[in-house]
């Protein structure tokens, strides 16, 4: 029986049967202390912000930068006190809330050291603290991490490659692209194992909605100032990301969780609140402007769907496609424009969006082209902006090719891509396994949700590069990290069931 916040089955049942397992939406097993500890430490630095911003509206004083710098030593005091009693669970929490922020607060440290960095630092001295303290292994085998390294391992390849193909210089010429990229790796490996079992993993999720919900704070905030803007680069939404397409590919990544706590819980009142969230997100998805965005939503809840149920899939789908039918209305008439569906031109179609789809098509062309003439390790990291200009039909100024597969099939070759495939069809399959088999409530949420990363991730990476990028990127990583610790918690419990039941007797033939 799938567990729910509160499942009225769980109250009807025969006279003198045995009475069900409690329902597992209690976050008290897995949740308590750790975990309002950790919210406390987390919003500190909200609350700062808020302070800071509620003063300088009210009376117009300017914060002096020595509060920022006194609060962040004050605040990585507490940290570094927490982790030398080695709990890293704040130093997860904080990966967590960083992370999406990290392409706007840099925080560099010293030239080639920021903020990223420094967690990744402190990550690696909390996995050797452990090493210390309890005998385990810095980095242990655990699903999913097999093919995330040889995902790493191509992808440093392809940097040999292009010091072969382009020169020596060209891995020192773009050596802040190929750290950035490399940055990925080095987050999900210390990320995956400063994770101690599927509760914290639990708790992980939970600071993922978090960092989330501060995303669309940031986000609702900059269209209050945007919305009656009626040109469509002015009234694009940048976020956190700094980019409308970048911003809509996070909230596709990011909203999963949110929908399938939700769909899970529908029978619970207290879940319902989470349809405001719902609905702010989608005003900030819309008003990203991003198509790759749009499609990679409607897929992945798709998946979600399915995930759930399939009886569950298509009623959903037959009483939306119902809704749009019955109410176009209910599609605002700016995202129609966007998508091409509106026969009437207004001021957010311009002829700027034919003139991005042909550029995009020739370097697509371009891309295919190269992956053609060396399909098996590629032209190296890095090279389709150098070498475009021989493959392209014409001259186009964009050097990124707005694809992320032919972007690693072109630059690190065929191999390489379908390593990158195999790390995105592991998350879905594990993400299912738990939708479907776990009893936990908070596990299958997390199942569904990552189904709904992957796959709308998987349709928005065909209209954009986004996956080196971790302000962007990064949760896809972690949920993966996530999953991984709660597939090996449910298989445990599997095996445990099995063992525990009595040996089945063999039937004789008489």
């Known amino acids: 029986m799938r567990s729910s916040l509160a499942d009225p089955a769980l109250k009807f049942r025969r006279p003198g049967a045995e009475p069900p397992p409690p329902p597992a939406f209690g976050i008290a097993d897995w949740g308590g202390q750790a975990l309002r500890d950790a919210l406390v430490f987390l919003l500190w630095p909200v609350g700062l912000l808020i302070a800071i911003k509620v003063i300088f509206a009210v009376t117009g004083f300017k914060s002096p930068p020595f509060v920022l710098y006194l609060f962040a030593l004050v605040y990585g005091g507490f940290l570094l006190k927490r982790m030398k009693q080695n709990d890293p669970e704040w130093l997860v929490g904080l990966f967590c809330v960083y992370l999406p922020f990290s392409a706007i607060i840099k925080v560099a440290i010293i030239p080639g050291i920021n903020a990223t960095n420094m967690l990744v630092i402190l990550g690696i001295g909390a996995l050797i603290l452990r090493r210390k303290e309890e005998g385990v292994p810095m980095m242990a085998s655990r699903p999913g991490t097999g093919v995330m390294g040889w995902w790493c391992f191509l992808s440093i390849l392809s940097v040999i490659t ?259 495939l195999m790390v995105m069809f592991r998350l879905g399959w594990l993400g299912l396994q738990l939708a479907r088999r776990s009893p936990d409530w908070m596990a299958q949420s997390i199942g569904m949700g990552a189904c709904c990363t992957v796959v709308g991730g998987l349709v928005v990476n065909m209209f954009g590069s986004r996956l080196g990028d971790l302000s962007v990127m990064a949760y896809v990583w972690l949920t993966l990290a996530v999953v991984s610790h709660l597939t090996v918690e449910m298989r445990a419990d599997e095996a445990a069931k099995k063992a525990a039941e009595p040996p089945k007797k063999k039937r004789r033939l008489p």
């Open 162 to 420: 292009s010091m072969v193909t382009l020169g020596a210089t060209h891995a020192t010429d773009r050596f802040s692209e190929i750290k950035s990229w490399v940055d990925q790796f080095l987050v999900f490996f210390v990320f995956i194992n400063l994770i101690r079992d599927g509760k914290m993993a639990r708790r992980t999720a939970v600071y993922m909605m978090l960092g989330t919900l501060l995303v669309m704070a940031m986000g609702f905030e900059e269209w209050l100032e945007k919305r009656d803007v009626n040109s469509l680069d002015k009234a694009r939404l940048l976020g956190p990301q700094n980019q409308p397409n970048s911003f809509g590919a996070f909230l596709v990544y990011a909203v999963g969780p949110f929908i399938a706590v939700l769909v899970t819980n529908l029978a619970n009142w207290r879940a319902w609140p989470l349809l405001i969230v719902l609905v702010v997100w989608l005003r900030l998805l819309i008003a990203s402007f991003s198509r790759g965005a749009y499609l990679g939503f409607a897929a992945g809840v798709a998946a979600l769907g399915y995930a759930r149920g399939k009886i569950f899939l298509a009623c959903s789908a037959a009483a939306l496609i119902s809704l749009v039918v019955a109410v176009p209305e209910v599609v605002p008439e700016s995202m129609q424009a966007r998508l091409g569906l509106s026969a009437e031109q207004d001021d957010f179609t311009t002829p700027k969006i034919d003139t991005s789809s042909a550029h995009r098509l020739i370097l697509w062309n371009a891309a295919i082209e190269m992956t053609k003439e060396s399909p098996v390790f590629g032209w190296g990291f890095g090279s389709f902006p150098v070498l475009k200009g021989f493959y392209t039909e014409s001259d186009v100024h964009e050097s990124d090719n707005h694809n992320m597969y032919l972007f690693v099939a072109s630059q690190m070759g065929l191999p390489a891509l379908f390593a990158m």
